[in-house]
């Protein structure tokens, strides 16, 4: 998948990570994990992504419901078919980040921005104040930050139509 | 925040409302929340409705409410998941799955309240008391239109009655009304005078100069019309003086009682108030703020009333001295005022965009320059100077687009306009005189009075921006005014004189902020004069149970004994009184060493400052200072290190002669011998004290009567220090030996924490009296 260079020195730290075996759901749909030298499965598991933004494909920890980390999943792809399916839909089922396909209003109003937009999980309106509200991952894609701190992302700039191009320019 | 406590169906839409009121009377709801986000990860729109005994469950689909009853009988487990920009409410049941509801984070707190609620219904069978109001936090929207209030702001400027609040700035100004009033009389009288100068330009023109027909120039008829002239001047010279004198003077008087009264207010709220707001943002309410609302108070009302009445009586001099050319004259005005508006409008959108791109070159220098020793040490200077290169070219692109777009053009269109009204003037004027059908010094005067009209009209135009922007102050010191404090004294509060020091803490649960519980049901009592300590790992509630010892908050659930009586039946300045805190990082204002420890007991004697100096083992190094006693501290002044702030701290609190005292022990490790003499003072201090240690230090653990371990909120452990040090499994136990490990690593005597879990270890920053 990618290249996993790492310093000698460093390595013996990531070495000792147990191995996903299996993951399967619980009766009540919960996740449960099958972890090399452990007898028994850990039952109810939480998936987190290191890096939601930056990688969202790859790199998931495996923790108890209290938080601590059991396993490091940096590929998908050593998973069978059925474990990667359920690692897959749990981590779409708990994260909400939708993907801004076009704006429909802008408006600036006493600091604060608010804005009407399409997205793959259907239209919303939010509102956003002050610069750190808008993180730039790469020159064309972005994250929204709103009031609540929701997020909202913006895959590609240039893959926006010239309204919403026009509304969203002064922050590219 | 409140509201949606007592009258949980408030936010609910009214078809729903409507539908739930045949069969579940409003009284009976415990709870509602919304919930946004159906099973497919789609946005939807959704309510939970929460009774003593079900919980109703409503998704709008296609104009109709999709409805699903739960009884709370059959629900055996209620609990909330953390997702990625959501939360999941799970209920099952033996190992089944009964339903799950997804909200976005905008209704995580009424998602927390609602499961909170579902809980005690599970556990006791009824719901209970929920989260106390808190009216001075910040709310993050407003009530009345759902709008997002901004930062700066206390109340939605949307929905703010700006004539009302203006009314309500005036209102402060009543005491000195006589001084408005004089100080508008003078300036009428002056708008007459200086409408007059003008007009005299005709007879002086026509008669003095004998420029109309059949006239000869008359030296005397100039000298009379000169000599009015400069009476007028003169007595306007006096009005001015006046004039300012009286309206400055009432600014002045205004904004002071305004100040004074937001700033006493200010104190009066609690500690809520201050955790949800920038400390930047209340010291400009009270200086910038009111300045504001001074120079509105001072000039712009009168200006205003100024400009319009001018406008009006140049208005009226010009048709009466000439009708047919006055119309003519007047021409440009309208373009003027169409250039104002639409230039207006560009330069504001332009300046914000410039705004925005100033702001993200300022983040990269306020960023970078406290963190140089860091850019230094990794030898990174480049790349911050690429990147503020880059952002600061960004800037410049920006600023050039403003400069040549309508910066530049702007002024001088304005001052081409009011030019155009003068070759009007000469124009058709000029054109009457050669016919005869006018005069000399009608023309001059009609000069003389255009030059009157540039500034009225400029002012009229921006008259809206003065007007919003002297609201918006007001309103933001009138919401502060308009707050009331959380924590406040009870009418007929119990005296807190004589209290013994007997703390007991009854199954006490708290949240900051309505979401995440940081406290779960803690329970303890002290005697009075034990000591109790204190332990666990960071984030584990220590610092939020003295908060709420100190009442700086009030307890979501359960309560808080202080000699058999409820703290929130104390008067709060008075328990506050009896209550004597240590800090870890004790703040030292700027004043002496003596004003410091003598803070709270601002009339101790010289000898009871000593005394309490030397108890805590404080007089030796301040003796040492270059002022001794008198030493300037605090901002800008002598520099202390930790080791002997913490030792002023421990004086102010000897000298305060608190019943209870709460101890927030450092965790940065000092040399052995300061601390061997804090120890010493530590131990004057509590003796015959209860006190309540978050305790770091292995002296202050063994000396404790008790020990209470929290972890996560919860109290894992409560003993002696000998019988939990030998408890097999212990979580104090592990804390216990990961300190002594880390001590014999470190070679450190006593200062690395066991129960912080945060080994200061900062090599930058050693022992001694810093920078």
Same mark, same amino acid.
């Given at each position: 998948?990618?290249?996993?260079?790492?310093?000698?020195?460093?390595?013996?730290?990531?070495?000792?990570?147990?191995?996903?075996?299996?993951?399967?759901?619980?009766?009540?749909?919960?996740?449960?994990?099958?972890?090399?030298?452990?007898?028994?499965?850990?039952?109810?598991?939480?998936?987190?992504?290191?890096?939601?933004?930056?990688?969202?494909?790859?790199?998931?920890?495996?923790?108890?419901?209290?938080?601590?980390?059991?396993?490091?999943?940096?590929?998908?792809?050593?998973?069978?078919?059925?474990?990667?399916?359920?690692?897959?839909?749990?981590?779409?089922?708990?994260?909400?980040?939708?993907?801004?396909?076009?704006?429909?209003?802008?408006?600036?109003?006493?600091?604060?921005?608010?804005?009407?937009?399409?997205?793959?999980?259907?239209?919303?309106?939010?509102?956003?104040?002050?610069?750190?509200?808008?993180?730039?991952?790469?020159?064309?894609?972005?994250?929204?930050?709103?009031?609540?701190?929701?997020?909202?992302?913006?895959?590609?700039?240039?893959?926006?139509?010239?309204?919403?191009?026009?509304?969203?320019?002064?922050?590219? | 925040?409140?509201?949606?406590?007592?009258?949980?169906?408030?936010?609910?839409?009214?078809?729903?409302? $409507?539908?739930?009121?045949?069969?579940?009377?409003?009284?009976?709801?415990?709870?509602?929340?919304?919930?946004?986000?159906?099973?497919?990860? *789609?946005?939807?729109?959704?309510?939970?409705?929460?009774?003593?005994?079900?919980?109703?469950?409503?998704?709008?689909?296609?104009? +109709?409410?999709?409805?699903?009853?739960?009884?709370?009988?059959?629900?055996?487990?209620?609990?909330?998941?953390?997702?990625?920009?959501?939360?999941?409410?799970?209920?099952?049941?033996?190992?089944?799955?009964?339903?799950?509801?997804?909200? =976005?984070?905008?209704?995580?707190?009424?998602? @927390?309240?609602?499961?909170?609620?579902?809980?005690?219904?599970?556990?006791?069978?009824?719901?209970?008391?929920?989260?106390?109001?808190?009216?001075?936090?910040?709310?993050?929207?407003?009530?009345?239109?759902?709008?997002?209030?901004?930062?700066?702001?206390?109340?939605?400027?949307?929905?703010?009655?700006?004539?009302?609040?203006?009314?309500?700035?005036?209102?402060?100004?009543?005491?000195?009304?006589?001084?408005?009033?004089?100080?508008?009389?003078?300036?009428?009288?002056?708008?007459?005078?200086?409408?007059?100068?003008?007009?005299?330009?005709?007879?002086?023109?026509?008669?003095?100069?004998?420029?109309?027909?059949?006239?000869?120039?008359?030296?005397?008829?100039?000298?009379?019309?000169?000599?009015?002239?400069?009476?007028?001047?003169?007595?306007?010279?006096?009005?001015?003086?006046?004039?300012?004198?009286?309206?400055?003077?009432?600014?002045?008087?205004?904004?002071?009682?305004?100040?004074?009264?937001?700033?006493?207010?200010?104190?009066?709220?609690?500690?809520?108030?201050?955790?949800?707001?920038?400390?930047?943002?209340?010291?400009?309410?009270?200086?910038?703020?009111?300045?504001?609302?001074?120079?509105?108070?001072?000039?712009?009302?009168?200006?205003?009333?100024?400009?319009?009445?001018?406008?009006?009586?140049? $208005?009226?001099?010009?048709?009466?001295?000439?009708?047919?050319?006055?119309?003519?004259?007047?021409?440009?005005?309208?373009?003027?005022?169409?250039?104002?508006?639409?230039?207006?409008?560009? !330069?504001?959108?332009?300046?914000?965009?410039?705004?925005?791109?100033?702001?993200?070159? =300022?983040?990269?220098?306020?960023?970078?320059?406290? $963190?140089?020793?860091?850019?230094?040490?990794?030898? +990174?200077?480049?790349?911050?100077?690429?990147?503020?290169?880059?952002?600061?070219?960004?800037?410049?692109?920006?600023?050039?687009?403003? #400069?040549?777009?309508?910066?530049?053009?702007?002024?001088?269109?304005?001052?081409?306009?009011?030019?155009?009204?003068?070759?009007?003037?000469?124009?058709?004027?000029?054109?009457?005189?050669?016919?005869?059908?006018?005069?000399?010094?009608?023309?001059?005067?009609?000069?003389?009075?255009?030059?009157?009209?540039?500034?009225?009209?400029?002012?009229?135009?921006?008259?809206?921006?003065?007007?919003?922007?002297?609201?918006?102050?007001?309103?933001?010191?009138?919401?502060?005014?308009?707050?009331?404090?959380?924590?406040?004294?009870? %009418? $007929?509060?119990?005296?807190?004189?004589?209290?013994?020091?007997?703390?007991?803490?009854?199954?006490?649960?708290?949240?900051?902020?309505?979401?995440?519980?940081?406290?779960?049901?803690?329970?303890?009592?002290?005697?009075?004069?034990?000591?109790?300590?204190?332990?666990?790992?960071?984030?584990?509630?220590?610092?939020?149970?003295?908060? !709420?010892?100190?009442?700086?908050?009030?307890?979501?659930?359960?309560?808080?004994?202080?000699?058999?009586?409820?703290?929130?039946?104390?008067?709060?300045?008075?328990?506050?009184?009896?209550?004597?805190?240590?800090? +870890?990082?004790?703040?030292?204002?700027?004043?002496?060493?003596?004003?410091?420890?003598?803070?709270?007991?601002?009339?101790?004697?010289?000898?009871?400052? #000593?005394?309490?100096?030397?108890?805590?083992?404080?007089?030796?190094?301040?003796?040492?200072?270059?002022?001794?006693?008198?030493?300037?501290?605090?901002?800008?002044?002598?520099?202390?290190?930790?080791?002997?702030?913490?030792?002023?701290?421990?004086?102010?609190?000897?000298?305060?002669?608190?019943?209870?005292?709460?101890?927030?022990?450092? =965790?940065?490790?000092?040399?052995?011998? %300061?601390?061997?003499?804090?120890?010493? @003072?530590?131990?004057?201090?509590?003796?015959?004290?209860?006190?309540?240690?978050?305790?770091?230090?292995?002296?202050?653990?063994?000396?404790?009567?008790?020990?209470?371990?929290?972890?996560?909120?919860?109290?894992?452990?409560?003993?002696?220090?000998?019988?939990?040090?030998?408890?097999?499994?212990?979580?104090?136990?592990?804390?216990?030996? *990961?300190?002594?490990?880390?001590?014999?690593?470190?070679?450190?005597?006593?200062?690395? =924490?066991?129960?912080?879990?945060?080994?200061?270890?900062?090599?930058?920053?050693?022992?001694?009296?810093?920078?």
């Amino acid at each position: 998948m990618m290249d996993r260079q790492i310093d000698d020195n460093l390595a013996e730290y990531l070495g000792d990570s147990p191995r996903v075996i299996r993951i399967e759901r619980g009766q009540a749909g919960q996740v449960v994990a099958h972890l090399s030298g452990a007898d028994e499965p850990a039952t109810d598991v939480k998936l987190v992504r290191y890096f939601p933004w930056s990688m969202p494909e790859g790199y998931v920890s495996i923790r108890t419901a209290d938080g601590k980390e059991l396993a490091m999943l940096t590929d998908l792809d050593v998973l069978d078919d059925a474990s990667r399916e359920v690692v897959e839909s749990e981590l779409r089922d708990k994260a909400f980040n939708p993907k801004i396909i076009r704006i429909l209003e802008y408006s600036h109003e006493f600091g604060i921005t608010s804005i009407k937009a399409e997205t793959d999980r259907g239209e919303v309106i939010f509102q956003f104040r002050g610069r750190h509200a808008i993180r730039l991952l790469s020159p064309t894609r972005a994250i929204f930050r709103d009031v609540d701190s929701n997020t909202y992302e913006l895959p590609d700039f240039n893959a926006l139509d010239a309204t919403s191009q026009r509304y969203l320019q002064r922050y590219f | 925040m409140g509201s949606d406590n007592d009258r949980p169906l408030d936010h609910l839409p009214e078809d729903l409302v $409507g539908q739930l009121s045949p069969e579940v009377p409003a009284g009976d709801v415990v709870a509602a929340a919304p919930y946004d986000i159906d099973a497919d990860g *789609m946005y939807t729109e959704g309510y939970l409705v929460l009774t003593a005994d079900r919980l109703g469950c409503f998704q709008r689909n296609n104009g +109709q409410w999709d409805t699903r009853w739960l009884g709370a009988a059959t629900i055996g487990r209620a609990s909330v998941i953390d997702g990625l920009g959501m939360k999941v409410l799970r209920l099952t049941r033996d190992e089944e799955l009964l339903a799950e509801y997804r909200f =976005t984070l905008r209704h995580a707190k009424s998602a @927390a309240r609602i499961h909170r609620q579902l809980e005690r219904i599970i556990g006791d069978g009824e719901p209970g008391q929920d989260e106390p109001d808190r009216p001075d936090e910040k709310k993050l929207r407003c009530d009345k239109c759902g709008r997002v209030i901004p930062a700066w702001s206390e109340m939605c400027p949307a929905c703010m009655n700006r004539r009302k609040i203006l009314f309500r700035i005036l209102d402060f100004g009543r005491p000195y009304i006589g001084r408005a009033i004089g100080a508008f009389a003078v300036a009428l009288v002056m708008t007459g005078m200086g409408v007059a100068q003008p007009w005299l330009l005709r007879p002086l023109i026509n008669q003095g100069f004998g420029a109309a027909d059949g006239a000869v120039p008359d030296y005397g008829v100039v000298l009379m019309f000169v000599g009015i002239m400069a009476g007028l001047m003169a007595l306007r010279l006096g009005g001015q003086i006046l004039q300012l004198r009286l309206s400055l003077g009432f600014g002045t008087l205004v904004s002071r009682s305004i100040r004074q009264k937001l700033y006493t207010h200010m104190h009066k709220l609690s500690l809520s108030f201050f955790a949800t707001r920038q400390t930047g943002a209340l010291v400009s309410r009270i200086t910038q703020d009111t300045e504001r609302l001074w120079r509105f108070v001072s000039s712009t009302v009168i200006e205003m009333i100024l400009a319009v009445l001018t406008l009006v009586a140049v $208005g009226v001099c010009l048709f009466v001295m000439d009708w047919r050319l006055a119309c003519f004259t007047l021409l440009p005005i309208p373009l003027m005022m169409f250039l104002m508006i639409f230039f207006h409008k560009r !330069l504001r959108r332009a300046f914000r965009q410039m705004w925005f791109r100033w702001e993200q070159m =300022t983040a990269v220098v306020a960023d970078a320059l406290p $963190g140089v020793r860091v850019i230094k040490a990794f030898s +990174q200077e480049q790349r911050e100077v690429d990147r503020f290169q880059q952002r600061s070219t960004a800037l410049f692109n920006e600023e050039r687009r403003y #400069i040549s777009g309508a910066r530049s053009v702007f002024a001088p269109l304005m001052l081409f306009a009011s030019g155009l009204g003068s070759i009007i003037v000469w124009l058709v004027g000029g054109w009457w005189l050669c016919q005869g059908q006018t005069d000399v010094g009608t023309l001059m005067a009609f000069q003389g009075f255009l030059a009157m009209f540039l500034r009225p009209i400029h002012e009229i135009a921006h008259m809206d921006e003065m007007f919003n922007r002297a609201a918006t102050s007001a309103h933001r010191i009138f919401e502060v005014l308009d707050t009331e404090p959380a924590i406040f004294s009870r %009418t $007929g509060a119990t005296k807190a004189d004589d209290i013994k020091g007997r703390i007991e803490l009854q199954n006490v649960s708290f949240s900051y902020d309505g979401i995440r519980k940081v406290l779960h049901g803690v329970s303890f009592k002290v005697e009075p004069g034990q000591m109790i300590g204190l332990a666990g790992p960071s984030g584990g509630g220590k610092t939020t149970l003295v908060n !709420l010892i100190c009442r700086f908050y009030d307890t979501l659930e359960g309560r808080i004994l202080v000699d058999g009586v409820d703290v929130r039946d104390y008067d709060v300045a008075d328990v506050r009184r009896k209550i004597g805190v240590v800090l +870890q990082e004790p703040f030292l204002f700027h004043g002496t060493v003596a004003e410091n420890i003598a803070y709270g007991k601002p009339t101790a004697t010289m000898d009871e400052i #000593i005394a309490a100096a030397r108890a805590a083992n404080a007089n030796d190094f301040i003796l040492d200072f270059p002022d001794a006693y008198d030493t300037i501290v605090g901002e800008r002044g002598q520099s202390l290190s930790g080791g002997e702030r913490q030792r002023i701290s421990i004086a102010r609190a000897i000298l305060n002669d608190p019943a209870v005292l709460i101890l927030d022990e450092a =965790t940065s490790s000092v040399d052995t011998e %300061t601390e061997k003499l804090i120890q010493e @003072a530590l131990e004057r201090l509590t003796a015959d004290r209860t006190t309540v240690a978050i305790a770091h230090r292995l002296s202050t653990l063994r000396r404790s009567d008790r020990l209470i371990v929290l972890d996560k909120g919860i109290v894992m452990e409560e003993g002696t220090h000998d019988e939990l040090e030998n408890k097999p499994g212990g979580l104090y136990a592990r804390l216990l030996s *990961m300190q002594r490990e880390a001590q014999s690593a470190i070679g450190l005597a006593g200062g690395v =924490t066991p129960a912080g879990g945060k080994p200061e270890v900062e090599p930058a920053h050693g022992p001694g009296r810093g920078h």
